[in-house]
């Protein structure tokens, strides 16, 4: 046991180590009723959460959106019912939009002139707690007005926004976002839908040229959309201009079939979303006037003539596609949101489940006393805090860019690099998450009622749509790798080498083995004194910059001169590397994590609130150092035996965090009506409530059987006294 | 270029370059037609797999049982119908049973006297495989014949089988198995339903004393159970004798109503399994004959006598939970099914789906070239065999207790803790094969016609029921220390560190250095001869073994004297390892794993098979240390020059494994009939050569649009010209 003390505490005196054992004691390692480690966190000895400063803090600066939309998600009209087939969840969401319309829900960043408040992160905050009423409503609503009312609003110009925003905005005209291709996903490009122009009748002639390029997986295409704003290869006078959107007509409103021409099919059940009619859509040779053609950024005038004011085909491109992102960053944030329903359930839900009586014989252990089930929970919620802070970052960036305050070509850029970066972190991790709670809620996370799996199958596709992740990854690679080559430009390798190694964040190229040789004379101390050195803010910061540093710098060094190779040889010269380019990038998106989590530490000004979340950020930050530990050893930044202090000095964070469990995810602030299962109700400290007193009683009246293995011990122990 | 040679063939003369060069590009790095990479592997610069002798290995000794069972689960009758309402679905599975009693498939087990067979492996492996038609369709067999039935058959006597088990098997009596309550699912010793012995009467008197004892989760309870083999607490004569099964009727056969005393609830919708009416039971005072008492292993005379052939408590309540162990036996074979259904599905559509541009503007790569891809999938595959060749020695050691041929109580103990080791990880492997399947198909991965996200949803569950995977584990970690402490039983610490260090396989403990030492002596040589090493089977093995022979030593020292510590202390003491300790057992079943890979590659005659197989085992030992290779850096066990080739050395087997990918995954043996995935039936290809033949057509017609792109470089060129 001394040596374990020793460990948790410092060691030192017997004296001190009574009280470390104390004081490990009270930090709810042991069992206690479920109220006992709160309680305890309310005494003198221990910091506080203040629960609501810290809620105040995560609603962020869009509060109000926020609220407003929390309140409607809490509406039972807007939740999901679980059980109904696929056409009755379909025709119950679609309902669901026109209440969204009724109660001023979705409006927010179409023009004021419109009605709209040109809000856009507000919008965008208020979008994302949709999710929690049902994933299926918030993206039907995405298709509606994120996407569809967006293109037609940001590529398209004013006669657009007059002719046809009304109608979007009210739901007189469900309408299409029909971009993506069956034979092309992520790869935008190369779709190969045409729009060709044809000067004789002042018309695009909009075509699907063979089976792969019908549109697919389109939200509202299989039954409600009557519209579409669909992308298309501009050709004009023999000459492609590249990808462009047009405003097409899809469906006769009145009798809601195709219109000649457009044919179409349903993509049928889901793994999840089912709230949505998700389908097919292809063109056979369909004519639209040559003024649907979305013209903000190219335009054909009626002699054929192709107009932009972006020159370059490739800038013009991706300005097109930059209007988008809101979709990237809503979900980033809707995931962060799930992450915080799953968590509070399975939290609760521990503070109250006993099971196995490990300690005693009248009472068995609160699920979240065991060490395994606080490190399958209490990582999870550091990185959700952590994906959180970094959301709230990126949703300034993105109403910065959208509201014009920070508008540069380079603004726009970070935006798109950020929002590549986080959203496949969030979304990996509220699947995660998902996933973990359920299991931690044994069978019963297993049924619907207590919703993680009916989440986790809807949110299951957020982490392939609106850009798969590892193709976003990827992106973000690419704009490492340039920024690289960007600084140092015409430096040789021994310049290279020189310049990061004397960074002050501690960057070194490990084949110069200088720092790895010096790490190993510092790392004589004590196990105690490495841990204070990875707690410490300086040094996690230090260790996570410099990997991010280093493995681009690595890549990059691999890559020099894969330019100049012939096309199929730098390719593949590229895909050698193509692993530890997107493990780069992700290193890259959880030091921005890591650091929004930091900024945020500087905004708390409770001290006790304070003290805890630093915990929680250290063992976010820990818990990641962990995960590429081998990472830091083989490349010489941390020695073995501060790489072995590690895992206890998490064991020990985790311990610290527990008393705080519950008041860390009621700042969330979700009430009942959001969170919805059954086991985080309650329920469960009723039911052995119950249980309890029935064997009091039982015990009481005496009335209660003598256990065999009782019976047996006692007739060893007479057998035992009978022979002396 | 040149250094990216050296590292994949070896380096030497530029003669010898070349010829690497030459091999490295027919062995698919680079992109080819989706026929290309296989046809190469046929050339005799090539090993090729002997897919059909391979098939034949993967069948196993019950190939029989597995085949009848396949052409079973490829008839439609049995497949699952998506979007079904769970109403819809319930009733469809019921009318499915039918059809496997009809077509013999699920009697195996039972007694020849009674038409079954006594075969219990062949049951086994034939249940396994009816889990391709529908998840639902297995675990309601399984319900009725692997835990109802089996319960009635193992724990009951001559009359018990005489009197039920003919309906039982004909489904005249569908039935449930009652253990688990709403208040403990893996604690099953603790559950509290009473069943009080009446000597007045001669009969039991069935009790649920309050809301936590209400028997949950029950298959077959909601609608279609008549019968039910319910646990209690067995109390006569004042004294508990602990768990114990009873039979109870539970409905009317004519009404399908409950009977007097008996109530329950419908489970409602479920997180997948929705073919399965799980609900909840509860009894009030429901009195059953003595003769009920299921009495193989405990019995009451009609004076209340207890007796039993088994005097401790403890071994007996284990016996009789032991004679359940094939419901995870069973299990651990249906993951490994389905991971090879899913991988069939994801790997062939990696083979035909292209997707960006990087190395030629008119082919784009195949998904299964990137490397990312293949490491993505590759792994899974390789751990998916060595799940597979682990599932089969684990139904032999079933197979030999179960028929008696090696029935002693250490092998039922070495199979409970067998299958203990190995049922987590295949389902655990399943789902996160599943998901990564589903994502690398991307949106086309969500729909369910490609049934990635339906069988998700059906499988989740199997990570929490029949024994949830992390109390599992701690059994195992618990059956290691015992081993441990029973091998070093009056062995103090410096003899025992002496011990390990000594052993053949190089075991040594960390703290005494010695290994540690040499090995960064050792470690001078090039990185191609630390490939080499870590490549060699007694190379990956010692790593392997030592990791879990360190972890348990390690946990078995700080455990030292936990026992006479008091109770509460010494639980807080285990708490505080509960993390290592379930690390270990992971490291434990992953080398039987890495194990009986290993000893399956012995039993592979064709030279080619062999090559291939053998790396594709590398794969899975190397991603094994990969996994955990911060463990044997902090440990030194590996050097960081070693560390850093194990990734470099896995990119190179991904290579190598490439163009026989998809003889790997025909090996399965699955058909269409079983995969049944829309993109896996060579419809993408189909519609690449169409999008191809287009394009063809419109250059050789002269009528293809001109690049915008392609008109500004050659204005920028004649502007160069110009000037000049």
């Known amino acids: 046991m001394t040596e374990v003390v020793d460990r948790r505490g ?12 104390t004081a490990a004691t009270t930090a709810g390692v042991t069992k206690g009723s479920s109220a006992g480690p709160r309680a305890n966190a309310q005494s003198a000895s221990q910091p506080a959460v203040d629960v609501a400063e810290l809620g105040e803090q995560l609603l962020g600066k869009w509060a109000d959106a926020r609220r407003h939309s929390r309140a409607l998600a809490g509406d039972p009209a807007l939740h999901k019912t679980e059980g109904l087939t696929h056409t009755e969840h379909r025709a119950r969401v679609f309902g669901q939009l026109k209440y969204l319309v009724d109660h001023n829900a979705v409006h927010r960043a179409f023009p004021a002139a419109l009605n709209g408040a040109d809000d856009h992160g507000g919008n965008v905050a208020g979008f994302e707690e949709l999710v929690t009423a049902d994933p299926s409503l918030q993206i039907k609503a995405g298709v509606q007005w994120g996407l569809f009312g967006s293109a037609v609003m940001h590529l398209g110009t004013a006669d657009h926004h007059a002719k046809w925003l009304p109608g979007i905005m009210s739901l007189e005209i469900p309408g299409c976002f029909a971009m993506t291709e069956t034979g092309h996903g992520s790869d935008v490009a190369s779709i190969a839908t045409t729009a060709t122009f044809d000067e004789a009748t002042d018309e695009f002639v909009i075509h699907t040229p063979f089976r792969a390029a019908w549109k697919d997986y389109i939200g509202n295409a299989a039954i409600d959309g009557l519209g579409a704003v669909v992308f298309a290869q501009l050709v004009t006078q023999g ?5 462009h959107a047009f405003y097409v007509d899809l469906r006769d409103p009145g009798t809601k079939e195709f219109l000649p021409g457009i044919g179409g099919e349903d993509d049928g059940v889901k793994g999840g979303l089912n709230g949505i009619d998700n389908g097919r859509l292809h063109f056979d040779n369909v004519r639209v006037p040559r003024t649907n053609l979305l013209n903000r950024y190219g335009d054909v005038t009626a002699d054929g003539t192709y107009t932009s004011p972006i020159a370059s085909p490739g800038r013009r491109f991706f300005t097109m596609l930059g209007t988008l992102v809101q979709g990237r960053v809503s979900l980033d944030g809707a ?17 109250e489940r006993r099971q196995f009586n490990a300690s005693s014989h009248t009472d068995e252990e609160v699920l979240l006393d065991y060490q395994r089930h606080q490190r399958r929970l209490f990582t999870r919620l550091a990185t959700t805090y952590a994906a959180g802070f970094a959301h709230e970052q990126l949703l300034q960036k993105f109403d910065d860019v959208f509201s014009g305050t920070h508008d540069t070509d380079a603004d726009r850029q970070d935006l798109e690099t950020l929002a590549a970066a986080l959203k496949p972190l969030s979304t990996w991790h509220a699947l995660d998450t998902l996933q973990e709670c359920r299991e ?12 993680f799996a009916s989440l986790h199958a ?7 749509f609106e850009g798969d992740n590892t193709v976003l990854l990827q992106l973000v690679a690419k704009r490492l790798l340039a920024d690289y080559a960007k600084e140092f430009r015409n430096v040789d390798f021994g310049v290279l080498a ?10 070194a190229i490990h084949r110069t083995g200088l720092r790895q040789v010096a790490q190993f004379v510092a790392d004589t101390g004590s196990v105690q004194k490495a841990a204070i050195a990875l707690r410490d803010e300086e040094g996690q910061r230090a260790l996570l910059t410099d990997r991010v540093q280093t493995m681009v710098a690595d890549v990059g060094a691999a890559l020099k001169g894969a330019g100049t190779l012939p096309l199929e040889k730098g390719a593949a010269l590229f895909n050698q590397h193509q692993n530890e380019l997107i493990d780069a990038a992700r290193a890259h998106a959880e030091l921005l994590q890591w650091e929004a989590f930091t900024d945020a530490l500087r905004d708390v000004s409770d001290p006790g609130t304070k003290v805890v979340l630093t915990w929680l950020r250290d063992l976010f930050g820990l818990s990641l150092i962990e995960k590429n530990l081998s990472w830091y050893l083989m490349n010489g930044r941390l020695s073995m035996q501060r790489a072995r202090t590690v895992g206890d000095y998490i064991n020990r964070l ?6 705080h469990a519950l008041d860390l995810v009621d700042a969330f602030g979700y009430g009942d009506e959001h969170v919805r299962a059954a086991i985080a109700t309650g329920a469960e400290k009723t039911r052995q409530d119950e249980a309890r007193a029935y064997y009091r009683a039982q015990r009481a009246s005496g009335t209660a059987p003598v256990d065999e293995k009782v019976l047996l011990a006692r007739a060893a122990t007479s057998a035992r006294t009978g022979q002396r």
């Open 10 to 21: 410092g060691g030192g005196t017997a004296a001190n180590n009574k009280a470390v054992r």
């Open 239 to 243: 000459v492609n201009h590249g990808v």
């Open 335 to 351: 995931a962060v949101a799930v992450s915080k329903i799953a968590l509070s359930a399975a939290i609760r839900y521990g503070t």
């Open 440 to 451: 931690a809620c044994g069978g019963a996370g297993f049924l619907i009622e207590n919703r």
């Open 458 to 464: 809807d949110m299951d596709v957020y982490v392939t």
């Open 498 to 507: 020189r310049y990061v190694v004397t960074q002050a964040t501690g960057v």
């Open 654 to 659: 985790l311990v610290k965090i527990r008393p």
